[in-house]
């Protein structure tokens, strides 16, 4: 019974899925990539959003104790190695609680090569309060959000949305 509730109401839940989803995006597509100025977990030294202008931005927020954003890291370094030359970067923002000591040890050992920082809470405001991680912000040229990813993105669909704004 509950197969035949579920096959039947399909479309009907992938739809409440769907508006679920988007009500917990905490920025909207064309929403202007809030500006920052914040630590660099390996130097110590502040890294301004002004360095990125021009530039397409993929800014995912994520912790060391988070599986999914772990499994992410060597599709970031993938797509940091392919297209930094393109005009493109990767930033990881921190929310870990405990410090950039822990954060810097992961950028070493796993061999990090785009820019982590750390978050605090203007950051989190800004880019509408972060309620889960990983989540990703595809930034364009013009610095606008075109696009939020909630979740575990694979590789393949960050790729092919990247390039596809990037021309």
């Known amino acids: 019974m509950a197969q035949y509730i579920v096959k039947r109401h399909q479309g009907l839940l992938l739809a409440c899925l769907f508006l679920l989803l988007l009500s917990v995006h905490p920025l909207q597509a064309a929403t202007r990539m809030p500006s920052f100025s914040l630590p660099d977990v390996v130097t110590g030294k502040d890294i301004d959003s002004k360095i990125f202008e021009g530039k397409t931005l993929l800014i995912t927020f994520f912790a060391t104790w988070c599986s999914p954003c772990m499994q992410e890291i060597p599709d970031l370094i993938k797509l940091q190695d392919e297209l930094s030359g393109k005009g493109f970067s990767v930033i990881g923002i921190s929310v870990d609680q405990g410090g950039d000591k ?10 990090i090569n785009y820019p982590v920082m750390m978050a605090d809470g203007p950051i989190v405001r800004k880019f509408g309060g972060i309620r889960g991680i990983p989540i990703s912000f595809l930034i364009n040229k013009k610095g606008n959000v075109v696009k939020t990813y909630p979740g575990y993105v694979p590789h393949i669909l960050l790729e092919n949305d990247i390039k596809r704004i990037m021309k």
């Open 102 to 111: 822990l954060v810097k040890k992961l950028v070493e050992k796993r061999s």
